[in-house]
């Protein structure tokens, strides 16, 4: 494990300003920054030469179904009903390893491309945290349930919904001692979780301090038939049984209703916009001007590979600056920088762990570095620029998290990339070969 501290002679934006020919050095014990301000000396032994170098903070991915590895480009050009029916159809065949699995993957190609945390809604145990404590990552993990009496991953663990909420502070509690590893409830979604649970958790977060993750508002459909249902958005309906205000995060919001935006906007409530996995599933263009405007705590996600088909922020982040522009056929209406905040202070916000992804002394040394040496950063005259329109998860060369040293010229230190590759492309290929079978068990739980 390299033990470097130090980075000099590089450009840096801290997140907040641009320095040029700068050092910054943190500590390995406590992994929070000591120093960042102009080069003081050349790089020595052991030192990250910053020379033709980018640092910013690292980005936290703000949604993610990061076990969901096994099914990338799987059930690619459907709309979200029809494709969560296919991804269902898997998911109930694949076992703790074929998540595992799919885990490790996920998460070599996010630290590979200067992500240091992810919020996630899947399968979570002890052995699958274990693993994110291993890469050296951050999670927010929501061991996510459909219904009290269904088994959401039946091959791969028995537990029902009733016993997975039941288990949840146990799991919270096994991983107190760790910094980098937060745990929350997740609740699929309005449309498979009955109001009785999503009431019964608001209590249990009331009792216990637990945080909640959930999909709401994701299509059109989810709200006409919410309007039908119950006569509100679902927004307003998990508003009503308790849910908001308080800790939660939302994934996409990508449909308010009128009166959602101050919902979304209230104490303790963060929200995940999607923009590449919504345009993708056909779902819509959440309103993140207005959002921004209203003061809604945003942070950007890719969702998972099955939706996206990447991990990588950098596509999002340009994806999410461009958006909007075109809606209102104006570049003026969101800035690249408000962007490129969302993608690190905002998703870290959702974290919940004090990282501030902002680049200062005392706070976590969580950065990524990239190569603007090359052809498609020239001329190299503004950071916020490169990162924002040109830059790729390929730029990335090295990242830190929590002060350790993770990737390092390009390659993970904390997973083998080449058997975790070989390993999911073996259980995909089985995965897909059960389902062409005809195996029995049904297409949805
Ligand atoms: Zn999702």
């Known amino acids: 494990m390299t033990a470097a501290n130090r980075i000099v002679g590089a450009t840096v934006w801290t997140g907040e300003h641009t320095l040029h020919d700068a050092e910054i050095v943190w500590s390995v014990e406590t992994g929070t920054i000591e120093y960042v301000g102009p080069s003081r000396g050349p790089a020595g032994d052991g030192d990250i030469d910053g020379t033709g170098r980018l640092v910013l903070p690292g980005f936290v991915n703000g949604h993610t179904h990061a076990g969901m590895g096994v099914l990338r480009g ?55 945290l274990g693993a994110v404590v291993d890469a050296g990552l951050r999670v927010n993990a929501a061991p996510t349930v459909f219904a009290y009496d269904a088994v959401a991953f039946p091959s791969a663990a028995t537990a029902t919904g009733a016993q997975v909420l039941d288990a949840t502070p146990g799991l919270a509690a096994e991983f107190a001692g760790e910094q980098r590893i937060t745990v929350t409830y997740g609740l699929h979604a309005p449309y498979t979780c009955p109001p009785e649970m999503l009431s019964d958790v608001a209590a249990r977060r009331a009792d216990n301090g637990i945080g909640i993750q ?59 916009h999607n923009p ?26 890719t969702d998972s590979v099955a939706s996206n088909n990447t991990l990588d922020m950098y596509e999002e982040l340009k994806t999410a600056i461009l958006l909007p522009r075109g809606v209102a056929n104006d570049p003026q209406v969101i800035t690249g920088r408000s962007v490129l905040k969302m993608a690190t202070a905002g998703s870290a916000k959702a974290l919940d762990q004090g990282l501030s992804g902002v680049l200062a002394i005392g706070e976590q040394a969580d950065l990524q570095v990239l190569d603007v040496s090359g052809t498609t950063a020239a001329p190299f005259t503004d950071a916020v620029s490169f990162a924002c329109y040109a830059a790729r998860g390929s730029d990335v060369t090295d990242v830190v998290i929590a002060g350790r040293v993770v990737v390092s010229g390009g390659r993970c230190l904390t997973i083998d990339e080449d058997a975790v590759r070989a390993e999911v492309t073996e259980r995909a290929t089985r995965l897909r070969g059960e389902l062409a079978d005809g195996d029995p068990r049904p297409v949805r739980s």
């Open 214 to 272: 959930i999909h709401l508002s994701e299509t059109r459909r989810e709200v006409a038939e919410s309007l039908e249902q119950w006569g509100v958005s679902p927004i307003r309906h998990v508003a009503d049984l308790g849910l908001l205000p308080g800790r939660l995060h939302v994934a996409h919001a990508v449909h308010p209703e009128p009166g959602d935006l101050g919902l979304l906007a209230g104490p303790g409530v963060t929200v995940s």
């Open 276 to 301: 590449v996995s919504n345009l993708k599933l056909g779902a819509g263009i959440a309103p993140v001007p207005e959002y921004l405007a209203g003061d809604v705590a945003l942070g950007l996600g």
């Open 74 to 128: 799987y059930s690619d050009d459907v709309h979200l009903h029809t494709w969560l029916g296919h991804v269902r159809a898997i998911e109930l065949r694949m076992t703790a390893d074929d998540i595992l699995a799919g885990l490790r993957l996920a998460m070599a190609e996010m630290l590979r491309s200067g992500t240091v945390g992810f919020v996630d809604m899947f399968e979570w145990t002890t052995p699958l």
